[in-house]
């Protein structure tokens, strides 16, 4: 088993009759010709363990595999270790700040997200040389902003974001192609579809240059090209772009992580409108049933899938 390389498929904690906590972690066996996932284990290791507190390097495992619920608990208990703020601590506790508003965008509060956000950028701000850092929290802020259909504010704190990104990681950077995606997908929200190619093609070409083949950043920015498409109603072509997007995320990602869920929600919607109503109610399930094990009913993702659900389901009756 030497030099095999795994997939993570779920992670869980144990605790035993004395309150002795371990974690477990369930990994599947992939294939010989999976090895390219090589280069994406290097990276993701490279990511966590930078992060020497214990419960926080757990909470971003999570946040990648799409366990927010989770992960908010353990940034949660990171915070309850580290007690009090002071010089030592206080870069640590904005981080878990940052994680709890991203575990919160993701689980649809934006609200409770830019308050994590906020307090992640107060700290933040009396930390010298916190650029990165701060960087991240206007990203969020624009996120969030961006869901919340305030387009202007999310535009403005993604152009501070990305002012700070060129000037301290360059013009290539996985952080600048970051902004450009997150750019890129507001000129869709706005129907701005041309400004939306320009940017994901550039956060695009970054990304398959300085990424592993089969990182799922690579994935979605494929995936939101395809959507484009759909929205200029070239079928055909987002079937492309999914499909490309489709096979990087099963390489990549666990099987219940909520941008695949996106992905099959997707699809569901291109044979909607291609008239293909068994392929759609195929997709839409496999949207639902990834987005009720990891968000809640109320969540604006979960709510909408399960409209083209009851829609399709009534036609058929």
Known sequence: MIGSVFKIEKVTEVVDDRGTGSWTINLLLCSSKEHQLEQLVSYLNDKITKYKPKFIAIAHLLIDMGEYRKAEKYYQRQLDELGNIDEKNAKTIASCYTGLGTAAHYLGDYNLAISYHEKALNIHSMIPNSHEELSICYNWFANAFADKKEYEKALDYYNKSLKINEKVFGLESVDVAMIYYNIGILHTDQSNYEDALTYLNRALEIREKLLPPNHYSIARTIENIGFVYFNRKEHQSALTYFQRSLEIFMKSETEIHQD????????????????????ALDYFTKADKIYRSSLLPTTPYVIENQQYLDRIINNLN
């Open 260 to 279: 695949l869920a996106l992905l099959y929600h997707r699809f569901g919607r291109v044979y909607v409108d291609l008239d293909k109503i068994e392929l």
